[in-house]
């Protein structure tokens, strides 16, 4: 197991079209989440799953923009027509539960870069 | 609502010497952890150090060391002797229900 892994790296999109992004977890992780992070800032959080169950949600998280994992391993975020506000690096980390993940925390991916032009 | 200060946009240490990095965080949970993360440019985020809000003991890893004030609502990261590889953002992060972070404080190592 090598980490988080996170595909793809970069995106460049027209503005109006739909992208895909995956995220492959820790496989002894059960949740996974998603947060977005822009030039100069903390990342935010857009929504996590435990297991398969998506439990949150972010008010960020429009109705354009739509997160899967479908048996509880890798996980897509889906946005759709897509707006130049989204460009942003796009996060995945996986834990393990209940809080905190393990003594290690939260296991980052390398982030998907999407520009929307 | 959780919220995390980061008081220093940048941060700059000579190599070698000791550098503290400041954050203050408010949450009306008694149960909580505490986080440091370093985040190299154009790379991943990088778990540096993690404290239990119950444990009063000051987590420690190698060269770095928190200073945890719970009453006061404060948790600084030491970088002791600091090295050209420490040069970063640095994220402060809390969660009790959710993970919030900090805005960051970019550190410049000096040579």
């Known amino acids: 197991d090598t980490g988080v892994s996170q595909n793809p790296r970069h995106k460049i999109t027209k503005r109006g079209q739909n992208v895909t992004f995956r995220c492959d977890p820790i496989?002894?992780?059960?949740?996974l989440y998603w947060y977005r992070q822009t030039l100069g800032q903390g990342p935010e959080f857009l929504t996590y799953f435990q297991n398969e169950a998506q439990l949150e949600k972010s008010r960020l998280l429009s109705d354009r923009f739509s997160a899967e994992r479908p048996k509880g391993s890798f996980s897509t975020l889906e946005i759709q027509r897509t707006e130049q506000g989204d460009s942003a690096m796009y996060l995945c980390?996986?834990?393990?539960?209940?809080?905190?993940?393990?003594?290690?925390?939260?296991?980052f991916g390398s982030g998907t870069r999407l520009t929307v032009v | 609502a959780q919220t995390v200060t980061q008081s220093q946009p940048e941060m700059s240490v000579q190599e070698a010497e000791t550098v503290t990095l400041s954050c203050t965080y408010d949450t009306s949970e008694s149960d909580y952890y505490l986080f440091w993360y370093k985040q190299p440019p154009s790379r991943q985020m990088i778990l540096v150090i993690r404290q239990e809000a119950y444990k009063q003991q000051n987590a420690t890893e190698n060269r770095f060391s928190v200073n945890f004030q719970k009453a006061a609502k404060s948790f600084s990261l030491k970088i002791s002797d600091s090295q050209l590889g420490d040069a970063a953002m640095y994220f402060c992060?809390?969660?009790?229900?959710?993970?919030?972070w900090g805005a960051g404080t970019k550190l410049i190592i000096k040579p």
């Open positions: 496989s002894e992780h059960n949740r």
């Open positions: 992060a809390v969660e009790s229900y959710q993970l919030i």
């Open positions: 980390a996986s834990s393990l539960a209940p809080r905190g993940g393990s003594v290690y925390g939260y296991t």
